[in-house]
Structures are given as C-alpha cells and as structure tokens.
C-alpha cells in the first residue's frame, strides 16, 4: 500500500504527467497510478489524455496560462482589512 497524498498543486499533477508520458507511460496508466497516490478526485482521465497530448505537442509548462475573465476582487487592502 502506498501513502496517498492530499490537496496536490495543479502543477505538481501535470509534472507527474509529464515524468510518465516521457517515460512512454500510456495515458490510462498514469490516469491510473495518479488516482492511487492522490486520490480518485485528483483529474479525470480525458483531462489526464488532454495534458499528455499537450506535452507531445510540445508544451513543457506544468503552471495555468493566464487567462481572460473576471478579475479577482481580492486585493492587499481587502487581506490587510481582514487580518
């Protein structure tokens, strides 16, 4: 049995994906050896396809892009008042 570890960085998952995809681990493998460490509700298997098909393309970065959309409201002001 082996120690499951909880609440992992988005980014530490994708750097497990891409260690297994470059060691030509098929997709439902690492799906596989994932739900085992990090628990069943660590990514789904067709988000798990959709990364290694990112990293073949080409895609070497495991942090989110940014992107558009609303902009977060929190601010140093709102931390400060709040602490």
């Given at each position: 049995?082996?120690?499951?570890?909880a609440d992992p960085a988005d980014?530490?998952?994708?750097?497990?994906i891409r260690f297994l995809n470059a060691k030509k681990v098929k997709p439902a493998e690492i799906h596989l050896q994932l739900v085992?460490?990090?628990?069943?509700?660590v990514m789904t298997d067709?988000?798990?396809?959709?990364?290694?098909?990112?990293?073949?393309?080409?895609?070497?970065?495991v942090h989110d892009e940014a992107r558009?959309?609303?902009?977060?409201?929190?601010?140093?002001?709102?931390?400060?008042k709040n602490e």
């Amino acid at each position: 049995m082996f120690k499951t570890i909880a609440d992992p960085a988005d980014c530490e998952v994708r750097s497990v994906i891409r260690f297994l995809n470059a060691k030509k681990v098929k997709p439902a493998e690492i799906h596989l050896q994932l739900v085992e460490i990090y628990d069943e509700n660590v990514m789904t298997d067709g988000m798990v396809r959709k990364w290694v098909r990112q990293f073949n393309d080409g895609r070497t970065n495991v942090h989110d892009e940014a992107r558009s959309g609303r902009p977060s409201v929190v601010n140093d002001g709102l931390v400060a008042k709040n602490e």
